[in-house]
């Protein structure tokens, strides 16, 4: 069963996703050669505190940290460590969730590590990022959900791939249903599984959180033997990009970004729905 969410609900969610917002500036900003996975842990930590929020990954589970930090050949997952020190060259991804009040929000980014970054991973972030604003900007009425995993494939299949052949589009992990729970039906595929079906109708309330993962190489992975962290079968590179949205009667509302998704939303011809909160 899909939750529909009220009005008054997404604004609630808003208020969670403008928490994840703040964790992933302050994050960000902490992500730099020398710094441990754990460090990045105890900025988020501190940030949902300050907030008077809860962290919705810590305890989820079994899960033992507040953020999930993602390096390198780690598509998702990974667990914040002393042990993991970040490199310059190196990329991560950074997954944060908080809860308001009983309410979710959820989203990810990948951030570059110091400087020096290959072309090919600039054009991976950019890609698994852009294909998440198509899959965003088809939430929209009179879509259904395979809508959102049609554009975000479509996306990712139309960009060369730089060095030749094509990206991985990671197959055992997608977007999902969010709102009372942080992880709620439905599921969203990455991709078009034409056996699953067109998937149900997107109306006002419903919310998602998109979340394309892409590699360079394999879209197939492996759960490593903490339980936990994900990685590519053949080792490549992967980005991880998402965003919570809320389909309200005016249109998608990106609950996790700080603008609503208004800017991003506009380079395709899509108006974001006003914030319940300005």
Not at 160 to 186: L, R, S
Request: hydrophobic share 40%; net charge negative; proline share 6%.
């Amino acid at each position: 069963m899909v939750q529909i969410k009220t009005p008054e609900q997404i604004a609630k969610m808003r208020e969670a996703g403008l928490v994840v917002a703040a964790i992933h500036a302050a994050t960000r900003e902490a992500a730099v050669p020398g710094a441990t996975t754990k460090d990045l842990d105890e900025v988020a930590r501190k940030v949902i505190a300050e907030h008077g929020a809860k962290s919705n990954f810590l305890g989820y589970g079994g899960f033992p940290a507040t953020i999930c930090t993602s390096v390198n050949e780690v598509v998702v997952h990974g667990i914040p460590s002393d042990e993991v020190v970040l490199k310059d060259g190196d990329i991560i991804s950074i997954d944060a969730g908080a809860i308001v009040d009983g309410w979710h929000g959820d989203a990810a980014f990948t951030a570059f590590v110091g400087s020096g970054h290959a072309p090919e991973l600039v054009e991976l972030s950019r890609v698994t990022e852009e294909s998440m604003w198509a899959g965003l900007a088809a939430v929209k009425q009179g879509n259904r959900l395979v809508d959102v995993s049609r554009a975000i494939e479509t996306y990712i299949r139309r960009q060369p791939k730089p060095g030749g052949g094509k990206y991985g589009i990671v197959e055992d992990y997608g977007g999902h249903g969010i709102g009372t729970e942080m992880h709620m039906d439905p599921h969203l595929l990455n991709y078009v599984d034409r056996r699953r079906g067109k998937g149900p109708k997107l109306v006002p309330g419903f919310c998602l959180a998109i979340e394309p993962m892409v590699s360079l190489g394999t879209p197939k992975t492996r759960v490593l033997e903490d339980d936990w962290t994900v990685i590519t079968t053949d080792g490549t590179w992967s980005s991880h990009w998402e965003h919570s949205v809320a389909l309200t009667e005016e249109g998608p509302l990106v609950l996790t970004a700080p603008d609503g998704g208004k800017a991003k939303l506009a380079e395709y011809g899509v108006s974001a729905a006003p914030d319940p909160l300005a």
